[in-house]
Nanobody, 118 residues
Framework: QVQLVESGGGLVQPGGSLKLSCSAS????????MRWYRQGPGKERELVAT????????DYSDSVRGRFTISRDNTKKMAYLQMNNLKPGDTTVYYC???????????WGQGKQVNVTS
């Protein structure tokens, strides 16, 4: 059974930092591209960051580029999202996503709330 379990998140003041972690189990981690999405109530889901299977290439949405960093540790089956210089507009639920490069197979984490407020 595949599981993606997120941790981290919480409450931070504007300009602060948080780190989200995503622990994967039940899959061959290196076969999966890892992504972080976010989605608030009544809003469309936004792809925030993507990292390839080796961790050598990352892509970001314009809204977070330069502030967020996605990374992965294939030996630990972990993906991370380091979020710096957080803004109130970053407040929402963040989701970890794993998409297999070899076949149509995709999994989601349960979501983690991030609140940026003074």
């Amino acid at each position: 059974q595949v599981q993606l379990v997120e941790s981290g998140g919480g409450l931070v003041q504007p300009g602060g930092s948080l780190k989200l972690s995503c622990s994967a189990s039940g899959l061959i981690f290196i076969h999966y591209i890892m992504r972080w999405y976010r989605q608030g109530p009544g809003k469309e889901r936004e792809l925030v960051a993507t990292i390839n299977t080796t961790g050598h290439r990352a892509d970001y949405s314009d809204s977070v580029r330069g502030r967020f960093t996605i990374s992965r540790d294939n030996t630990k089956k972990m993906a991370y999202l380091q979020m710096n210089n957080l803004k109130p507009g970053d407040t929402t639920v963040y989701y970890c996503n794993a998409r297999c490069v070899a076949r149509s197979d995709e999994h989601w984490g349960q979501g983690k709330q991030v609140n940026v407020t003074s």
